[in-house]
């Protein structure tokens, strides 16, 4: 009977920690994958002259009182044939005719305000609240050239460095629109794989507990203390050679 739980235990200590070891090892490697070659798929869209890069900051009051900080950056290209005093008599000629083409760029407007001011001379490439990481990439930004990518479903944003590589926008888009649902997916899935592992460990602990050098005999009585402290004594130290040959296993590759 005891050897029967001890190796159904042992067993299933064996399956559970086989299993959390497999799950542990998926995770690491689409991760590791992942971060390589990138959570998502970017190209290059277009590299800009006469172009403007403002950041700034802006702190409000959350629903609790909590005063936060927001972070924006812009990137407006003027317009170099723009003539002056006849932009609106253009803007009307616009809304006149339909359009024949489409602009190259994706336009995301902070607010209408910005659509106004901007809209007579320049265009707005890109306009948003970001990440604080984000927007450190464009503090310091001086170059008039701007260069775009654009992700596979369409968002189109700027990169800090002109004709910036591929596997370099990637890692800037991560910053921007961080992978947060591989990151929680890959994160369960090595919960479970540790979980696993920690009920591999604990069928492993009441598989030793029916060790046969230590089966309890129903029945057995002790004469007097003396013989009771003996077979204790006795009990223990079959306990430490049971232990230590358990970490020989282990050390020679076993479960």
């Not at 290059?44 to 900080?69: A, F, I, M, P």
């Not at 009307?92 to 305000?113: C, F, G, H, L, T």
């Not at 920690?198 to 004469?223: H, I, K, M, W």
Request: charged letters at 30%; hydrophobic letters at 30%.
């Amino acid at each position: 009977m005891n050897n029967d739980v001890q190796n159904i235990n042992r067993d299933m200590g064996r399956s559970f920690s086989k299993f959390g070891l497999i799950l542990i090892c998926i995770a690491l490697a689409v991760f590791g994958y992942k971060y390589f070659f990138g959570f998502r798929d970017v190209r290059l869209y277009e590299t800009y002259d006469n172009c403007t890069v403002k950041t700034w900051t802006e702190q409000h009051r959350d629903s609790e009182g909590d005063l936060s900080t927001y972070y924006y950056v812009k990137v407006v290209r003027e317009d170099p044939d723009h003539v002056p005093g006849i932009a609106d008599d253009d803007h009307k000629k616009e809304k006149a005719q339909p359009k024949d083409s489409r602009m190259k760029v994706k336009i995301d407007y902070k607010d209408n305000e910005d659509v106004k001011k901007d809209h007579d001379s320049n265009t707005v490439l890109f306009s948003d609240s970001v990440p604080r990481s984000y927007y450190m990439l464009f503090t310091n930004y001086q170059n008039p050239r701007v260069t775009m990518y654009t992700t596979d479903w369409g968002r189109h944003y700027p990169v800090s460095t002109v004709g910036c590589s591929k596997k370099n926008a990637e890692l800037e888009y991560r910053k921007l629109d961080p992978p947060t649902s591989w990151y929680f997916l890959l994160g369960a899935l090595a919960f479970i794989g540790f979980l696993n592992l920690s009920l591999g460990a604990q069928n492993r602990r009441v598989a030793n507990n029916y060790s046969s050098d230590r089966v309890y005999e129903p029945g057995f009585t002790f004469s007097d203390k003396e013989d009771a402290l003996v077979m204790m004594a006795h009990a223990r130290i079959q306990r430490e050679k049971e232990e230590e040959r358990r970490r020989r296993n282990r050390r020679n590759g076993g479960f």
